[in-house]
């Protein structure tokens, strides 16, 4: 159906203009009822969309600045791979201030979904330490050395708290306003040892010695391992320490 499914909003729904950023989305500014909001195009299947969707209906429910899906007028909050979001203003974060208050919304993302289960087809960084694969993974796709600087990073997780990730809160990801920190684009969402959220310029986690070492390195591997082999995924699999020297 495509974009003819807009009609499913509302008669008076219209797209404005298309918006940068999607990889993976047709992502346009539309109206709806008079309201900006932006409607995303894309191939997902139903389960993941759910999930996504589940995700973010509880964290609206739940006080966080999110942009939760505006149903159709029927009631569905997808139809064939068209989602309806609100529209989130504000600016990225900029001050070490700013980043604090984005590690301070992510810890709240976290408390929020302990628990959550696993969105349909993705794997934990840990869960790599076993299996191959998960989404737009595959760690057969890296040479062995890769491989094994990557998972020596992500063992050092191991045991810390499991819950929803956003799993890209880079400063485009953010808008910010004096009185809150919305999280946009959650493609990458998944579940994750929720300190992988938490590998933010300043350092606005406040990690301390070897806590923001383990952090940075399986952040970096996560990266290398999710976009290879693009020349961003090469440059952060050079921030990851050789096996030899990991474990030392």
Not at 128 to 141: C, E, F, K, Q, S
Request: charged letters at 25%.
């Amino acid at each position: 159906m495509g974009w003819e499914a807009l009609k499913l909003w509302g008669d008076d729904v219209v797209r404005v203009e298309r918006l940068t950023g999607g990889v993976a989305n047709d992502i346009w500014s539309v109206r709806i009822g008079g309201q900006l909001a932006v409607a995303r195009l894309g191939k997902r299947s139903d389960a993941d969309l759910g999930w996504e969707a589940g995700l973010l209906q509880h964290l609206e429910q739940n006080g966080l600045a999110v942009p939760a899906p505006i149903p159709t007028v029927d009631g569905r909050l997808f139809v064939d791979g068209l989602v309806v979001m609100k529209y989130m203003d504000g600016r990225p974060p900029q001050s070490a201030d700013d980043w604090r208050r984005v590690a301070a919304t992510l810890r709240e993302l976290h408390r929020l979904t302990a628990g959550w289960p696993q969105r349909p087809g993705w794997r934990s960084s840990t869960d790599l330490l076993v299996v191959d694969r998960g989404t737009r993974i595959d760690l057969n796709a890296m040479p062995a050395e890769a491989v094994a600087r990557c998972r020596a990073a992500w063992a050092r997780l191991v045991g810390r708290p499991m819950s929803a990730v956003h799993g890209d809160p880079n400063p485009g990801n953010v808008r910010m306003t004096e009185d809150r920190v919305a999280l946009i684009d959650w493609d990458e969402a998944h579940v994750d040892v929720a300190d992988l959220d938490l590998d933010l310029p300043f350092n606005a986690a406040g990690f301390e010695g070897d806590a923001h070492d383990i952090v940075a390195q399986a952040s970096a591997a996560w990266e290398a391992a999710v976009c290879w082999k693009d020349d961003y995924s090469v440059r952060r699999l050079a921030e990851v320490r050789p096996v030899a020297e990991a474990s030392r």
